[in-house]
């Protein structure tokens, strides 16, 4: 509102579910049943849930009411028709299919453009999409531009791609051996940075030049909108939507978790605008996720999903969501957390390494931060470092991820102001005991996407 600082939610509160308070003690119990991974916890031993934005964004009341007068027939149900009218609207694509997330979009397009010998490169491919890609026996490069790998430099658009590396990269690989370009809006795993739309562009005149596939991973296309008028010359007077159509323009199709921008709690889909492709992603979406009118989704779902794409775009509510992410940002920054800046649109990520500079990098100092939090405070984050992006050399020595960060990710209408002074306070008392210089090491860990599911103990 303007002329005010206070950031009021946008909305007022008409149901609630209530938060079980624990102690220290029982939170200790709680984590070393859970093996120090806070994937393992359950969600009744945790105060404050920031391992993830996604799919726990609060509806809203005509999203509840969407639900209820879906359509749940089980071919060319209403509820298909207005998300797919939504869909495509939103994204100038001819061909939209329905999936129940957006791994499994990842999966039908990227096992079929994918295989051994593939390269894919994007900003930063996040993990579900280089566990497709790396499952199809393809290789996924990331080229973020310099500036994104260094945590404290300031850069309005650090979630942008090197083009001139890609240009090289492709020319290097071959452009028939290329199985996509994804440029991730905003880049999750480099620390939810945006794209600016001149840098979307020039990816897509790349991508053109070589005759190379341009997708885009647009789960957070909102939000990154909300950057790109605010942050880049000749986007200020044009509507958040008209920002991400036009950023959707530069692209051969996209991949939406929805459970993000979508504001729902499960769904997703591609679009595509090539006749073939979209045909042979339709035969694998049949035989994996359902019909072509509903993917892995009830109508209900697809009816919430259409009305929450909608809303997304409201300024009231973009403005309050990039507002008040920036607040826990900027008021950790004066407390002297270490973090990624500038503070993105959907989460605070801390930069672990400087945050516990004693703690060598194979003890997963990002870990050790997880668990103080949830220790000190039943505050649930997510470790975006060597645990999640690590691989080892043939020694089984750790290859370090480019960057160690703990990630606040911020759930879409569900936290009040209260809630994140809390989160400040118990950060207060974090940065009263950083002395620590043991972490972790890990017990038992599967072959991909290690972080769900690996077991930790504590070094000493
Ligand atoms: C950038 C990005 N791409 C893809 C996905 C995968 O989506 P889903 O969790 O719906 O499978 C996510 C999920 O967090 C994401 O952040």
Known sequence: ME????????????????????????????????????????????????????????????????????????????????????????????????????????????????????????????????????????????????????????????????VDKLDALIADKGAKNIGAVILTVTNNSGGGQPVSMQNAREVGEVCKKHGVLYILDCCRIAENSWFVKHR?????????????????????????????????????????????????????LIITEGFTTYGGLSGRDMEAMAIGLTEVFDPDYLTYRIRSTQYLGDKLTAMGVPLVRPIGGHAVYIDAKAFYPNIPINQYPGQALVAELYLTGGIRAVEIGSVMFGKYDALKNLIPAPMELVRLAIPRRVYTQSHIEYVLEVFEKLVGYRTRNKGYKITKEPEFLRHFTSHFAPIG
């Open 232 to 284: 880049e010359a000749g986007m200020e007077n044009k509507t958040y939507e008209q920002i991400a159509q036009e950023m959707f323009g530069f692209a051969d199709g996209a991949i939406m978790s929805a459970k993000k921008d979508g504001l729902v709690n499960m769904g997703g889909f591609m679009s595509l605008k090539d006749p073939e492709l979209a045909a042979a992603c339709t035969n694998l």
């Open 3 to 162: 002329g005010f600082k206070t950031i009021i939610e946008p909305f007022r509160i008409k149901m609630v579910e209530p938060i079980e308070l624990t102690t220290r003690v029982e939170r200790e119990l709680f984590l070393e049943k859970a093996h120090y991974n806070t994937f393992l916890l359950h969600s009744s031993e945790v105060i404050i849930d920031f391992l993830t934005d996604s799919g726990t964004s609060a509806m809203s009341a005509n999203q509840w009411a969407g639900m209820i007068v879906a359509d749940e027939s089980y071919a060319g149900a209403r509820s298909w028709e207005r998300m797919e009218a939504v869909v495509k609207h939103l994204t100038g694509c001819p061909f939209i299919l329905p999936t129940h997330q957006g791994r499994a979009a990842e999966r039908i397009l990227y096992s079929h453009l994918g295989g051994k010998g593939k390269t894919f490169i994007s900003n930063t491919h996040f993990d579900t999409t280089r566990a497709n890609i790396e499952f199809s026996g393809a290789e996924a490069i990331d080229i973020p531009i310099k500036e994104a790998t260094i945590p404290s430099l300031e850069h309005p658009f650090k979630g942008n791609l090197d």
